[in-house]
C-alpha cells in the first residue's frame, strides 16, 4: 500500500539520550514535513525539506535535527538538548512541497514519545 | 509569518444539523488550503484541498470555499452524524513562508 510510515508508535526516552524518529514513505513525494503536537495546541512545524539533501528549520527546530539522504526517508531525532520532548510528533510528505498548485499533503500516524 | 487562526475552538451540536467551521490566515499569498481531520491520538486524514485558483470544493457531504483575498476559508458539514466527531484542522500552502502552517483547529462533537 503506498503512504507513510512511522515507527514506532510508541517510544520511551531517558533523560539525557537521544533518539530517532523513522518516517518513510512511498508515494514519491519530494517534500516531507516533521511536526509536533502537545495536548490542546496545534500543530508546530519543526523541519521540512523540499528536496534530497536539503531541508529548513521550521517554527521549534531547537533540540532537533534532521537527513534527507533519500527522497523516501526523512528520519528526525530528538537531542539530549531538546529539554521538553514529551509531545506527540507527526510526519507528513507531498508531491512538490510550496510549489506553485502544491498538492495534497498526507501524514503518519504519528509516534508519542514520553520522557521517563 | 503566517497564522491561521480557527473559529470555533469547540463546537457541540445534536445529530443531523448542518455546521459551518471558519478559518482566518494572515499571508494570502498561498497556493491552496488543506482541510483535515484528526481524531484522538491519531494522524491526519486529508478531507479536502482546494487550489489558489479554486473558490471551492465538495466531497460528500463536505463542502469547502476559500476566498484567498480576505484570507479566509469555510468548512461546511451537511447533516451531522456522530462519526464526524473529531478535531478539524486547516492548513494554507505557501505563501511567504512556503510551509505547510496549521491553525489550533475546531474540536466537533455531534451528539446522537
Known amino acids: 500500500d503506498g503512504g507513510i510510515t512511522q515507527s514506532p508508535k510508541y517510544l520511551f526516552r531517558k533523560e539525557g539520550q537521544n533518539v530517532t524518529l523513522s518516517c518513510e514513505q512511498n508515494?514519491?513525494?519530494?517534500?516531507m514535513y516533521w511536526y509536533r503536537q502537545d495536548p490542546g495546541q496545534g500543530l508546530r512545524l519543526i523541519y521540512y525539506?523540499?528536496?534530497?539533501?536539503?531541508?529548513q528549520k521550521g517554527d521549534i527546530a531547537e533540540g532537533y535535527s534532521v537527513s534527507r539522504e533519500k527522497k523516501e526517508s526523512f528520519p528526525l531525532t530528538v537531542t539530549s538538548a531538546q529539554k521538553n520532548p514529551t509531545a506527540f510528533y507527526l510526519c507528513?510528505?507531498?508531491?512538490?512541497?510550496?510549489?506553485?498548485?502544491?498538492?495534497?499533503?498526507?501524514f503518519g500516524q504519528g509516534t508519542r514519545l514520553t520522557v521517563v | 509569518k503566517q497564522e491561521v487562526t480557527q473559529i470555533p475552538a469547540a463546537l457541540s451540536v445534536p445529530e443531523g444539523e448542518n455546521l459551518v467551521l471558519n478559518c482566518s490566515f494572515t499571508?494570502?499569498?498561498?497556493?491552496?488550503l488543506q482541510w483535515f481531520r484528526q481524531d484522538p491520538g491519531k494522524g491526519l486524514t486529508s478531507l479536502l484541498l482546494?487550489?489558489?485558483?479554486?473558490r471551492e470544493q465538495t466531497s460528500g457531504r463536505l463542502n469547502a470555499s476559500l476566498d484567498k483575498s480576505s484570507g479566509r476559508s469555510t468548512l461546511y458539514i451537511a447533516a451531522s452524524q456522530p462519526g464526524d466527531s473529531a478535531t478539524y484542522l486547516c492548513?494554507?500552502?505557501?505563501?511567504?513562508?512556503?510551509?505547510?502552517?496549521f491553525g489550533t483547529g475546531t474540536l466537533l462533537a455531534v451528539q446522537p
Open positions: 492548513a494554507p500552502l505557501g505563501g511567504a513562508t512556503n510551509k505547510l502552517i
Open positions: 525539506s523540499q528536496i534530497v539533501n536539503d531541508f
Open positions: 508515494l514519491n513525494h519530494d517534500a
Open positions: 499571508d494570502s499569498a498561498i497556493y491552496n
Open positions: 507528513a510528505s507531498s508531491a512538490n512541497g510550496g510549489r506553485q498548485g502544491g498538492t495534497e499533503a498526507f
Open positions: 482546494i487550489q489558489s485558483s479554486q
